[in-house]
């Protein structure tokens, strides 16, 4: 059966190049166009990235590929679906483009995760939403995956909201430098250091899980960046309406299906449960699932909050790329991806 093209924006880049490596062998998609900034467009892909991914290096024929420019006119005929990698601040004004263009666009860019008509989709979560896309005009539109925090936190609260509504929750989160692209943070700031969040990351953590539960509650995060490669640790505190025992907790966790149809990337399990005192860790955990399962440990009594508990997720794979290719497979299982 022949793949579906996709357009990736933004594909010499930390989340970009992760998108090419899973689109190498996806069996419903395959790399159709490689876009980036104008100072890398006309070049081989080879060229105008460096390639920073573990592991085997794409093929040659890849790095062969032309780039060009961020703008769907770029873009060869017969491509219909682009995932977005791009920087917010470009994503603001090339994301529409595309969409005006009659592209399905799916993002990892933060620019449209909160607006109304954009659904914030996790599709184990909340595939539901989809029915957003309806309200956005042509047949072109735009959906979003969370933000690389989100979506691990998202995940790991969905069985315990669906079962005891979240009533505040508060969130800490130790940040591996991947998620700050490349180059990223300076090294003066990471080596031997804890350098505490200077985005607006813990805005994101704070109001994107509610979108993504349909619910609304008080929530706060502090977010900051460590010294790990790749891997997002949080420490999260809730409070749960009914007030549940740490063993229903852990069984909610355990026993959580996804909402969604069957999809290629989507891991089962979905949580990994770990009873182990010293789990979960970025190190010995952010691949589980081929970086695509979230891993919830130390769940416990917390006199403050009620219950308290770590969760981890691969923040290239379940955060962004992974997490797009996700949103594809369901937009594709569900009949919605636009006619080439
Ligand atoms: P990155 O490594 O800095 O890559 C940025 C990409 O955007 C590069 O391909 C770059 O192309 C391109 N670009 C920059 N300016 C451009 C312009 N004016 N026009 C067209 N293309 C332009 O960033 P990243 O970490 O991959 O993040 C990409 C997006 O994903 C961001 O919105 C980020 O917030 C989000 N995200 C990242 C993570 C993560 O873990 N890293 C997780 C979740 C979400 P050139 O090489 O030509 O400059």
């Given at each position: ?123 184990e ?30 995940i ?100 959580f299906?996804s ?7 989507s891991p089962t399990p979905l949580i ?21 399962a979230v ?46």
């Open positions: 059966m022949s793949r579906i093209p996709v357009a990736i924006l933004g594909a010499t880049g930390m989340v970009g190049q992760r998108l090419v490596q899973l689109l190498l062998n996806h069996p419903w998609f395959e790399i159709g166009a490689l876009c980036a900034s104008e100072r890398s467009a006309g070049k081989r892909y080879g060229d105008a990235c460096t390639w920073r991914l573990e592991g085997d290096e794409p093929p040659a024929w890849v790095f062969d590929l032309p780039v060009v420019s961020t703008a769907p006119e770029a873009v060869p005929d017969g491509i219909r679906v682009a995932l977005s990698a791009l920087p917010g601040s470009t994503a603001k004004t090339a994301e529409p483009a595309f969409r005006a263009a009659g592209y399905g666009v799916v993002s990892n860019a933060s620019s449209f995760r909160m607006d109304p008509d954009v659904p914030l989709i996790i599709p979560v909340n595939p539901s939403d989809l029915s957003w896309l309806d309200r956005q005009p042509g047949t072109g539109f735009i959906l979003t995956n969370p933000n690389c925090c989100a979506v691990p936190l998202g790991a609260l969905a069985p315990l909201h669906e079962k005891w509504p979240v009533e505040a929750v508060c969130i800490s989160s130790w940040q591996a430098v991947s998620g700050a692209g490349y180059p990223g943070e300076s090294a003066w700031d990471i080596v031997g250091n804890v350098h505490p969040h200077p985005g607006d990351e813990e805005e994101k953590l704070t109001e994107e899980p509610q979108k993504i539960l349909g619910a609304s509650f008080p929530s706060s995060a502090r977010c900051v960046r460590v010294g790990v490669a790749d891997g997002h640790l949080m420490s999260v505190q809730a409070r749960l309406a009914g007030d549940p025992s740490v063993e229903e907790v852990l069984e909610a966790l355990r026993g299906t909402r969604a149809p069957e999809l290629p990337s990994h449960v770990d009873t182990r005192r010293d789990r979960p860790q970025p190190r010995l955990d952010a691949m589980r699932g081929n970086g695509m891993s919830v440990g130390r769940v416990e009594a917390c006199p403050v909050m009620g219950i308290k508990f770590y969760c981890l997720a691969h923040n290239t794979f379940r955060g962004a790329a992974g997490a797009a290719i996700l949103n594809l497979e369901l937009l594709h299982a569900t009949g919605r991806l636009p006619a080439a």
